[in-house]
């Protein structure tokens, strides 16, 4: 299951126009990315993969069209626990991997699927796993056994069917459940992982998407001056761009210069400062 019901809040304005799950990291829609994870563990269609959504529910709805099942929230969305308790009926006594849209991962000796699919390796089927990485401070709040969650967590079906269809998170719900009954497993992941929530962990996994160079798609015009960027399809750029996000369709004038932003269509321009803590990269050997 792939959460894409979420409102964005830290990513605020650019939100305001789509919803997270869609923003693009590198040229593609996060949740694509989400899914070919998924594809790439053999996991693919409305019967193998479910997407919720809720807020702006309707371009998430067209954007995965038959490609997984839909379970659209009414309201307000149900959080991370009460999406997958929405889900019971479909998910039917199996064990359910649940990711988060807006998790970038990237593991350069892996493939996408392949890269966790450790998380899977042998598993019995009644403890949580949890995909983590060291944490700086290992007894920080937040941690499990020392790790920072990394958007994925595997749930055996006698957790699961237990869970309302109300709003709930599955840190109180689940893992913090688990952990005090020694059922929680942490499976280390070793590439890297940015919480692409804010504007400046959202900047910085394009930026690592780019290869530390410049992505620029095929459609996009570029007339200007432009050092590590990302560029969307459809995108004119006139100005001097450094280290900034264009989406797709957007303009730059040829009198503008851009650092450390994000630009979405014509007028709307989004400071990222430095990425947060959620950022981890390869832990050193």
Known sequence: MVLAAGEGTRLRPLTERVPKALCPVGNVPLLDRALGRLAGLGLAGPEHVAVNACYLGDQVVAH?????????????????????????????????????????????????????????????????????????????????????????????????RELPATFGDLVRAVWRPAEAAGALEVVAYRGTFYDTGTPADYLAANLHAAGGGSLVAPSATVTGRVHRVVIGPGATVGGEVSRTVVWPGATVGPQERLTDAIRAGDDLTVPAGSPSRGRADRPSP
């Open 64 to 160: 995965v069209g038959g490609r997984a099942h839909l379970s659209v929230e009414s309201g307000d969305p149900l959080g991370t626990a009460g999406g997958v308790g929405n889900l019971r009926d479909w998910i039917a006594g199996r064990g359910v991997l649940v990711g988060n849209a807006d998790a970038y991962l990237a593991d350069p000796d892996a493939p996408p699927g392949p890269d966790v699919a450790a998380l899977l390796d042998g598993w019995d089927g009644r403890s949580v796993r949890l995909l983590g990485q060291p944490a700086d401070d290992p007894a920080a709040p937040g941690t499990f056994s020392g790790h920072r969650f990394v958007g994925f967590s595997l749930l055996p079906w006698r957790l699961v």
